[in-house]
């Protein structure tokens, strides 16, 4: 069974029976570009999901043909007429409150690429923890030939995933990379028919739900802070989470089950 949060219009929040809540970006007639009330919306609906002790893995989409062609800039961009210059340089504004909002999400989020990912489209696909892509999906950095810089947060999880040297190429030409291509370089995890996304996707999320819900938490700190750490302060954070799986009943069942050769059967607690 699915319930859908009737307060939202520019974005679908649903909540399965499964232990998987689905965000849709919504508003298919602008390829899901980043506009109207889907940003605030967006961090309402991580804000549900956050508090629901019944979700346990996030999965991200978007609406008809694209997953999210990026900020809307039929205004002339969001932010683009915000008080004077250095006013502007100082206020980080919806792009950092978007991304914020997905990175202290304290579950796995997990993204069914199903059509084009631009700019910041770009951004909100790569902030995701495993990107399943349509066959049909396609990808590109776009700013360069909008006369713009990287921004949400783009700069720092593609050179994380490809490496400098590609990042560089992508951020310099603009060029679309298609599905299998992305696959190739890191950016997608898997590619899978366009008919087929949606079940495939949340398949591996129920799979991923289906685990101990703290140790997937930690699991998620503990990778989000691998890359900004010393071996010994990421050693240190280790040590720290696994003290608290150890104490949790969800690690006394996995090692019964694993001495009792069954499935095991997590509660989360």
Known sequence: MTIASPAFTDIIYEKRDD???????????QMNALGGQMVP????????????????????????????????????????????RATRLDRMGFPAQFQLALARLDKPVIGA???VAAGAGLGVALALDVRIAADTAR?????????????????????????????????????????QEALSLGLVNKVVPA???MDETLAFAREIAAGPPMALTFTRRALQRSLESTLEEALRFEWTQQLECLRSEDAREGI??????????????
């Open 41 to 84: 919306e967006f961090i309402a609906a991580c804000g549900l999901a956050q508090e629901d002790d019944d979700v346990r893995a996030v999965m991200v989409t978007g609406a008809g043909r694209g997953f999210c062609a990026g900020a809307d800039l039929s205004g002339g961009g969001p932010g683009a007429s915000e008080g004077n």
């Open 195 to 197: 008919a087929s996304l």
């Open 256 to 269: 019964r089950a694993w001495q009792e050769k069954r499935a095991p059967r997590f509660i989360g607690r």
């Open 19 to 29: 232990g998987v809540a689905v965000i849709t970006l919504n508003r298919p007639q």
């Open 113 to 115: 690429i199903n059509g």
């Open 139 to 179: 990808f590109t950095t776009v700013f360069i030939k909008r006369g713009l810089a990287p921004d949400f947060a783009t700069s720092y999880y593609l050179p994380r995933l490809i490496g400098l040297a590609r990042s560089y190429e992508l951020f310099y030409t603009g060029r679309f990379v298609d599905a």
